[in-house]
């Protein structure tokens, strides 16, 4: 993660030409930011920056790695968000486990009546024995488990 925030750093750096507006957008000391960048500068073994009457201009070794580093944290940031939508869509998914008898005579009549109020979630209806489904709902496999249950 700390290579990511300094490229991040880097690539705001490169916009701005600035220290301390870069810093200030990290929300980080200027000297702080500084010390990342000369991390940065002894890991690549060059300068990346040129410091010429006040103002940063990129080496070539610096505009080559804003482009790795543009190219690299755009893929870190679409598998973060391709992630992020898994796991949404697995929050949105409810999975019901049911004896045989339960998912012919009741799901049928009862699903439409779900679905109506939880728009958002898809719904999975498996039909498996009773001590199936417990086994399905202790390992995580399932969400609930509807049986019939005899008071007497």
Same mark, same amino acid.
């Given at each position: /993660?700390?290579?990511?925030?300094? #490229?991040? $750093?880097? *690539?705001?750096? &490169?916009?701005?030409?600035?220290?301390?507006?870069?810093?200030?957008?990290?929300?980080?000391? %200027?000297?702080? @930011?500084?010390?990342?960048?000369?991390? #940065?500068?002894?890991?690549?073994?060059?300068? #990346?920056?040129?410091?010429?009457?006040?103002? *940063?201009?990129?080496?070539? =070794?610096?505009?080559? *790695?804003?482009? %790795?580093?543009? +190219? =690299?944290?755009?893929?870190?940031?679409?598998?973060?968000?391709?992630? =992020? $939508? $898994? !796991?949404?869509?697995?929050?949105?998914?409810?999975?019901? &486990?049911?004896?045989?008898? /339960?998912?012919?005579? !009741?799901?049928?009549?009862? @699903?439409?009546?779900?679905?109506? +109020?939880?728009?958002?979630?898809?719904?999975?209806?498996?039909?498996?024995?009773?001590?199936?489904? @417990? =086994?399905? @709902?202790? +390992?995580?496999?399932?969400?609930?488990?509807?049986? #019939?249950?005899?008071?007497?």
């Amino acid at each position: /993660m700390t290579d990511l925030i300094i #490229l991040r $750093d880097f *690539l705001i750096l &490169c916009e701005t030409k600035s220290f301390s507006r870069t810093a200030e957008r990290r929300h980080v000391s %200027v000297s702080g @930011l500084s010390r990342r960048i000369q991390g #940065l500068e002894e890991w690549a073994g060059t300068a #990346l920056f040129e410091r010429r009457k006040g103002a *940063l201009v990129l080496t070539e =070794a610096g505009q080559s *790695l804003k482009t %790795v580093a543009e +190219q =690299a944290l755009s893929s870190f940031d679409r598998f973060r968000c391709s992630v =992020a $939508d $898994d !796991l949404s869509a697995q929050r949105r998914r409810i999975r019901f &486990c049911s004896p045989h008898i /339960m998912a012919t005579i !009741l799901f049928p009549q009862w @699903l439409p009546r779900i679905q109506e +109020q939880f728009t958002q979630a898809k719904f999975s209806i498996d039909s498996n024995t009773l001590p199936e489904c @417990l =086994a399905a @709902l202790n +390992q995580g496999e399932t969400d609930f488990v509807t049986a #019939l249950f005899d008071c007497e």
